[in-house]
C-alpha cells in the first residue's frame, strides 16, 4: 500500500506564494509519476501540474502555466509544487496523487492516479 501526504497549504494574499509539499511511502517512489490536483467549492477536480517518475518530464494547464512549478526529489520521496503569484481563483483544496503504475506517465488522466493524499487548503485572499 502507498501512503501519500501533503503539507505547506496556508492563506496567502493575492501575488504571494506558497510551497505544497507531497511526501509518499510504500513503494518505489523513483518509478511512479506524480501529480497535483485541486478542487474548489462547487468545481470539479483538476490537475495543476504533474512529473514523470524520472522528473524528466512535466505538465501544466494554461490556467498554472509560467506560475507554478513540480519537482521532485526522489531521494526523499517527496514532491513539491511552488505556486507564485497566487490568484483568489487558486483557492482550492491541493490533492497530491501517484500513478498507479510504475514508468508510466498519465500526464492528465486522473483514472491512472491509484493513490491519493487527503488534501491541504490553499486560500488566496484578494
Known amino acids: 500500500q502507498v501512503q501519500v501526504g501533503e503539507s505547506g497549504g496556508g492563506l496567502v494574499q493575492a501575488g504571494g506564494s506558497l510551497r505544497l509539499s507531497c511526501a509518499a511511502s510504500?513503494?518505489?517512489?523513483?518509478?511512479?509519476?506524480v501529480a497535483w490536483f485541486r478542487q474548489a467549492p462547487g468545481k470539479e477536480r483538476e490537475i495543476v501540474a504533474t512529473?514523470?517518475?524520472?522528473?524528466?518530464?512535466?505538465y501544466y494547464p494554461d490556467s498554472v502555466k509560467g506560475r507554478f512549478t513540480i519537482s521532485r526529489d526522489n531521494d526523499k520521496n517527496t514532491v513539491y509544487l511552488q505556486m507564485n503569484s497566487l490568484k483568489p481563483e487558486d483557492t482550492a483544496v491541493y490533492y497530491c496523487?501517484?500513478?498507479?503504475?510504475?514508468?508510466?506517465?498519465?500526464?492528465?488522466?486522473?483514472?491512472?492516479?491509484?493513490?491519493w493524499g487527503q488534501g491541504t487548503q490553499v486560500t488566496v485572499s484578494s
Open positions: 512529473i514523470s517518475w524520472s522528473g524528466a518530464y512535466t
Open positions: 496523487a501517484v500513478a498507479g503504475s510504475p514508468n508510466r506517465w498519465p500526464r492528465e488522466r486522473e483514472y491512472e492516479y491509484a493513490y
Open positions: 510504500g513503494r518505489t517512489f523513483s518509478s511512479y509519476a
